[in-house]
Structure formats: structure tokens, C-alpha cells
């Protein structure tokens, strides 16, 4: 089984800082990775994900990741945080029916003022 | 406007009733998991189903039962068995295509009193 390891359980970052948030996975195949944003009691909303086309890839709200095969990781960067984007953030690999994700434990992102 | 839909948002609960938590998808799509979130945790994979009428148990199926008996619902009842209950519950749905990504419902607050 897959498994995924997200780097910090709490990121604080000032406003117009770069956010960086860390995801590493194992796998013994190519994975399809994603990531996903979560704002408190609501549902999972899609970031972006990896499907083994470019290797660096953009997704909404100005974030984008780069898949980087021989260090299994598949880093979520902004380069100017918003107030907006205080949240919780969850990596996610495939399994390899592809059917099933598994989550890293997600990292929380305050935003300072 | 397609979706996932879960109902109830807040749910509450005696210990010893069963209760069970709707999941409703009009996006047409194969496939529906439940997870289960707790803080710390990420979400954990409680039951699937690719098809009508067959589902499998994930990593945490102990103590829920589900059905699917329409493409379209995934109801997940929580049994008197499960021993911890109180949770935040995710419903999710995605194609059949591989590398598509997982659309998830707003969520239901279940708390055993």
C-alpha cells in the first residue's frame, strides 16, 4: 500500500510570504498525486494533481507543485500567501488499482497578518 | 448544478442506536468511498464501491455497514459496534478513469452524547 508522509502538521506564514507545504510518498510504481484544500467543516476541494504529464504542475487559487521522481516528493508551493488561504492541506497518492487514495495527515496553514 | 450531497450536517447520536448518514451523487460517477476524519489523522478509508450492488471494506470497516443499491446513493450506517463513533464523515465519488480525481461532499458531524 501507499503511503504518504506530509512534513509539519502547522505552517505559519505572514502574509505575501511563500508557503511551502511538504508531501513525500512511497511508491513502487509512477503514482497519480494530488492535493487537496479543506476550509473548517467543509468538504475536500481539489488543488491540483499529477498524471504523469509535465512534472511541474499549476493549479487554482495560484498554487502549483513539482513531482520530483528521485526524491518522491511532490511539494505545494504559493509564492505570496493570502489571508484566504488559512486552511487545511492533505497530499494524497493513488494506489495502484488506482481506485483507492491514501492521505497524509495534513497540514494546517495559518496566515499572519 | 452537479454535486455530492450528505445529509445530515450535524448528527447526534445515543450510544447504542445505529444511525445512518446519506450520500447522494449526481455526477454520474462509478465510484463511492466514505472516510472518516479525525484531527492529527488525515482521513482514513472506511468502505467503497466501484459498481452497483459490490463494495469492500477499507482500512477502518469495523463497526459501519453500507449498501449500494443505485448508482447514485452510498448511505453508511454506523453500528452500535463502532466503539469511538464521534467523527467528521467525508462521502466521495470519481469516475472510472484512472487518474481521476475524487469529488467529496460537505461532510457530516456525527457526535455520540
Known amino acids: 500500500a501507499q503511503s504518504v508522509t506530509q512534513l509539519g502538521s502547522h505552517v505559519s506564514v505572514s502574509e505575501g510570504a511563500l508557503v511551502l507545504l511538504r508531501c513525500n510518498y512511497s511508491?513502487?510504481?509512477?503514482?497519480?498525486l494530488f492535493w487537496y484544500v479543506q476550509y473548517p467543516n467543509q468538504g475536500l476541494q481539489l488543488l491540483l494533481k499529477?498524471?504523469?504529464?509535465?512534472?511541474l504542475v499549476k493549479g487554482i487559487n495560484g498554487f502549483e507543485a513539482e513531482f520530483k521522481k528521485s526524491e518522491t516528493s511532490f511539494h505545494l508551493t504559493k509564492p505570496s500567501a493570502h489571508m484566504s488561504d488559512a486552511a487545511e492541506y492533505f497530499c494524497?497518492?493513488?494506489?495502484?488499482?488506482?481506485?483507492?487514495?491514501?492521505f497524509g495527515a495534513g497540514t494546517t496553514v495559518t496566515v499572519r497578518a | 448544478d452537479g454535486g455530492i450531497t450528505q445529509s445530515p450536517k450535524y448528527l447526534f447520536r445515543k450510544e447504542g442506536q445505529n444511525v445512518t448518514l446519506s450520500c447522494e451523487q449526481n455526477?454520474?460517477?462509478?465510484?463511492m468511498y466514505w472516510y472518516r476524519q479525525d484531527p492529527g489523522q488525515g482521513l482514513r478509508l472506511i468502505y467503497y464501491s466501484q459498481i452497483v450492488n459490490d463494495f469492500q471494506k477499507g482500512d477502518i470497516a469495523e463497526g459501519y455497514s453500507v449498501s449500494r443499491e443505485k448508482k447514485e446513493s452510498f448511505p453508511l450506517t454506523v453500528t452500535s459496534a463502532q466503539k469511538n463513533p464521534t467523527a467528521f464523515y467525508l462521502c466521495a465519488s470519481k469516475t472510472s478513469i484512472s487518474y481521476n480525481e475524487q469529488f467529496f461532499g460537505p461532510g457530516t458531524r456525527l457526535t455520540v452524547l
Open positions: 511508491s513502487s510504481v509512477p503514482p497519480y
Open positions: 499529477y498524471t504523469s504529464a509535465a512534472t
Open positions: 494524497a497518492v493513488s494506489d495502484e488499482d488506482d481506485y483507492k487514495l491514501s
Open positions: 455526477l454520474n460517477h462509478d465510484a
